[in-house]
C-alpha cells in the first residue's frame, strides 16, 4: 500500500512537471516503482506457497502424531491426475483432454510421499502406437493433485 501511495504521487508530481528531463526522469521512477511492484508480488506468491506447503506438513504431522498415539498405523495417501496431452492448435482438443483428465488416489509408502511434491509431473510418454496408427502427436501426463494422510 505504502508502495502504491509514492507510485501515485510520483504519477501525480509527473503530471506537473516542466521539463523534458523531468519527466524522463519521473518516467524511469514509475518504471522502477512497477518493476519492484511486480517482483514483490512474485515473492509474495512464492511465500504464500512455501506457508500453504509448511501447514499441509504441519496437518500430517498432527495426523501422524495422533495415529501413534492411538496405536493404528498411518495411511500415505497420493492424488494423480493422469491426462493426455495432444500436440495440436485446435483449443477444443485442448478442452477435451482437460475434461478427460483422470485422478486416482493411492495409498503409498512414506518414504514415496515424502519424495514427492504438489504439482510434480511423473511422467511425460509419447504415445508412438497413436502416431503410427492415427498420424497424431500426443502424449500422456502424470502428475501430483494433492497428498494426504489418515
Known amino acids: 500500500m505504502k508502495k502504491f501511495l509514492v507510485m501515485l504521487m510520483v504519477c501525480l508530481t509527473f503530471a506537473g512537471c516542466r521539463t523534458e528531463s523531468d519527466r524522463q526522469f519521473l518516467n524511469q521512477e514509475c518504471e522502477r516503482l512497477e518493476k519492484e511492484c511486480r517482483s514483490l508480488r512474485s515473492t509474495k506468491n ?4 512455501e506457508v500453504s506447503s509448511l501447514r499441509t506438513q504441519i496437518r500430517d504431522l498432527n495426523v501422524e502424531k495422533n495415529a501413534l498415539k492411538s496405536g493404528r498405523e498411518v495411511k500415505y ?21 482437460s475434461m478427460n483428465a483422470i485422478e486416482v488416489e493411492i495409498p503409498v509408502s512414506k518414504d514415496y510421499y515424502n519424495r514427492l511434491s504438489v504439482g510434480q509431473d511423473l511422467t511425460d510418454a509419447f504415445k508412438f502406437g497413436s502416431l503410427v496408427m492415427d498420424g497424431d502427436f500426443s502424449s500422456l501426463h502424470m502428475r501430483v493433485k494433492s497428498k494426504r494422510t489418515e
Open 46 to 49: 512464492y511465500l504464500n506457497d
Open 77 to 97: 495417501i497420493v492424488k494423480f491426475e493422469i491426462k493426455q496431452g495432444t500436440f495440436t492448435l485446435d483449443p477444443f482438443e485442448h478442452i477435451k483432454n
